[in-house]
């Protein structure tokens, strides 16, 4: 009898076997007699043998169950079968297939026996196995991620933020829970949603004041990286933007990072393009089990002239790989206005002229990433103006600050970060100017410049958006279940 | 010269030492001249010599640096110095004391080229060395996890964070984020805080319906646990209960686990028991790490008779260690009642009376845990009437449900589970007699039960309370930075 790998006390722990266990199990000493649970995939029924494909969520293979047909009660049994359906196998027997492509099969002999049907699908079930498109596949938001190829997007971002947590740890990096419900604004970008109880008209009478849901943890961080050096979070944030497009969402996690004792930017681009590196490259080594594979029942995309599955999780493999082999590029915001510039009055027309003191649109960063440096770019040193108030003050360039944003090929923006003004009459003076702080309410920010300040930066990672990078790039939406955007209604 | 255990690249990297990276070299080839940031922790100035000890909050150790004294400037020097100040510390060589309590020292030289004042205090900064009490210490929001105990329990958690997280990733869970924002309430609890945007007086304007915090991502979870077999969230949750005690919290962050193919409370008490118990383990592997030292600075609790951090640490470990090596009771609701019956008609008297069909009162819970059994015991097969209406009916006892709760001493419950009703018909029966779904708003979530469903259970953690409990059960607002509560005002 198969064990899963979790510890078995006293016969009655949950210890039934997953696909993926089987999978761990091959190259190992195997016993007969396996009983395993899953979700019918596909059943193929030929004249003497019927070819079951389960599959359980945990592992991007499917299982192949192979079953002689030796009576006719056993031909109308598997015929009976549908896709979706619920199934617990029992008593099969493991056979090595070391040639295929799958290298282990299990057999069954007595279907009607060995098969039981624990959970049926309605006639209509919809995930037939053709004719799934993501776009039909994303109008099934309690279905879809029972298909390999959306349910593999899921367990990357599993493997992701395991492998960010685990670099973090061995950098002595703390991770923190900063806090959702807030009184502030951080950037005072405006897009807020704000936060009652349901008992009450006014927000104020909870919590004694205006309260809203955070759009960046980042001030809290600073506290917090002031205590312990170094910390990081991964928290849901909220923005009340009415951009609907593929790389927004309202409700969106962020991983954030804070920390002390870093004097430049370049310590902070050099910071994230290894940690960055170190992720993706544990992705790179275990690309087979994060990857769907070819035979993922998933015959066409929104755009026609996409490339199949096969040829793009080539492409896939391949941008990880260079992702981790190449060094990154970085230039000053100067530098890319003057890049943009020269592009836009020679082979392009850029619906936003580029224009030193602008922010950079997506369209610019964009072309920036993805056809001018054709791999990631740090943009560093923004113009005071088109940054927060918080960004340190540059000696030079005149009027800008020591800041970066990280641009990639088809996604534009995905990592912001900069140097945190850590002189407080430059600070004060700026919050002044940007008529901020008129009552006090960031007195608790400006003090930590007079309590023990430290030199100290840090940077926010848009999760999703990196997720949906790494896989292709298809859309925001994907990487998180039940997305939340402007467009969309909450259903449930 | 050190290295952090960060991978270097091109000399600009991020490289920096934290003091956890020098107790991390201990018993390995070192090298002299160390360069080190920190704030002062404690200085002591003898004739000829100083003691200098620094923290980061990387680590529960403290960093001493012994400074000579040769001339009055150096002692002048180390005179203007004032706890709390930041330095860095360069030139530092270091010195093995194999026989102190602190394996190591830093030793330096000429302290006024070696020591310098990079972010001063105020002449009031109030965390001073004496008269540190837990209360006192929570009036500083913004300096209080620079204590080493209060930064302990932020690295506590963090540690227990990623022990969940490496356990489940071994067992086949895939860590999900289900939605914070939700139009359904869960449980029905009613406690909800509601969302909108502060462009629009009515929050069904951003979403197209009402909008809501969530209280509890099970339902959501179902939908993903129908399609990946096993996944967990760490996720926040709120609750706009008025509740003021040691154990509530406004927002929280909440463990919840849900996972398919379970079929008795047994195999879920057992899961729990078992995955709690890996998790304590490798804190008790790493306690000498995890919890602070005798000598941190605080030296008063709100209680009197408290005993000495000392005997407390203490305390802890032997908690920790038989909470791993003891087995954990189970008994049902049943079991509880007749026992608090018992107690409550000799030797006890609790506030509510306890009585078969009414929920368990805290004080009940405590004597349970606490005082009865003196150790995590699972409640399970409580009154239908008494829990929420997804829980799966058992057919023995009458009328009770297929449920647990795990009770801990001092702190009562700090998990709740169940199996999840999977009978249709059941559950829309139940549904009707709780007045729900009248408008199909739940239709999704009876739709799982028609389309390759599966016997599914699962649990919440409440992440705050046990990381207090594992703490020494202080309060639950010392366990998450900035704590959200019903008296509190959210100040930023």
């Known amino acids: 009898m198969f064990r899963a790998c979790c510890p078995i006390k006293s016969g009655r722990f949950y210890s039934s076997l997953t696909v993926k266990s089987l ?43 192979v079953v002689p047909l030796t009576t006719t009660d056993d031909a109308q049994f598997l015929k009976n079968l549908k896709t979706g359906q619920t199934l617990s196998v029992s008593n099969a027997v493991w056979q090595d297939t070391p040639n295929r492509e799958q290298p282990f099969e299990l057999q069954i002999k007595r279907p009607i026996d060995s098969i039981q049907l624990i959970g049926p699908v309605s006639e209509n079930y919809p995930l037939q196995k053709k004719f799934q498109t993501l776009p039909y596949l994303r109008t099934l938001p309690t279905l879809k991620y029972r298909t390999s190829y959306l349910s593999a997007i899921l367990r990357l971002r599993s493997f992701v933020e395991l492998q960010f947590m685990l670099y973090f740890q061995k950098n002595h990096f703390t991770k923190v829970s900063p806090p959702i419900l807030t009184s502030n604004d951080c950037e005072g970008a405006g897009e807020l949603f704000q936060v009652s109880t349901n008992q009450s008209s006014t927000a104020s009478s909870y919590f004694g004041k205006p309260t809203y849901l955070t759009v960046s943890t980042q001030l809290h961080l600073e506290i917090l990286a002031l205590s312990l050096s170094r910390c990081w979070t991964l928290s849901p944030c909220f923005r009340a933007e009415r951009s609907d497009t593929p790389r927004h969402l309202s409700e969106f996690w962020m991983l954030e990072v804070e920390m002390c004792f870093v004097n430049s930017i370049q310590e902070l681009t050099s910071f994230v393009e290894t940690t960055m590196k170190h992720v993706i490259n544990a992705c790179v080594d275990n690309q087979e089990e994060l990857l769907p594979k070819q035979f993922v029942s998933l015959q066409e995309d929104e755009a026609s002239s996409r490339p199949s599955l096969d040829q793009e999780k080539q492409q896939i493999k391949s941008r990880w790989q260079s992702l981790v082999n190449e060094e990154w590029q970085t230039i000053t915001y100067t530098q890319a206005i003057e890049i943009l510039k020269k592009h836009h ?10 224009e030193w003191g602008q922010p950079l649109q997506t369209e610019h960063e964009k072309f920036l990433a993805g056809e001018y440096f054709k791999s990631p770019v740090f943009v560093t040193d923004y113009p005071r103006v088109c940054k927060a108030f918080y960004m340190k003050q540059n000696s030079t360039p005149n ?53 023990g300040s430290a030199p100290h930066g840090g940077f926010g990672l848009g999760f999703e958006r990196f997720i949906s990078y790494l896989y292709g790039n298809h859309n925001i939406r994907d990487a998180i279940p039940f997305h939340r955007t402007s467009t969309g209604s909450i259903n449930f």
């Open 345 to 354: 009055n020679q082979d392009l027309h850029f619906q936003y002229e580029p």
């Open 23 to 65: 999978y761990e199990q091959v190259h190992r000493a195997r016993h007969d007699s396996i009983s395993i649970h899953g979700w019918i995939k596909s059943i193929r029924i030929l004249k003497r043998v019927a070819f079951l494909d389960l599959q359980d969520g945990t592992s991007v293979n499917p299982l192949r169950i």
């Open 399 to 451: 009027d800008t600050v020591a800041c970066f944003d990280l641009l990639v090929p088809g996604m534009g923006e995905i990592i912001g970060g900069s140097l945190r003004e850590d002189d407080y009459d430059k600070l004060c003076k700026e919050m002044k100017e940007r008529g901020m702080n008129e009552s006090g309410e960031l007195d608790w920010y400006l003090s930590l410049r007079k309590e």
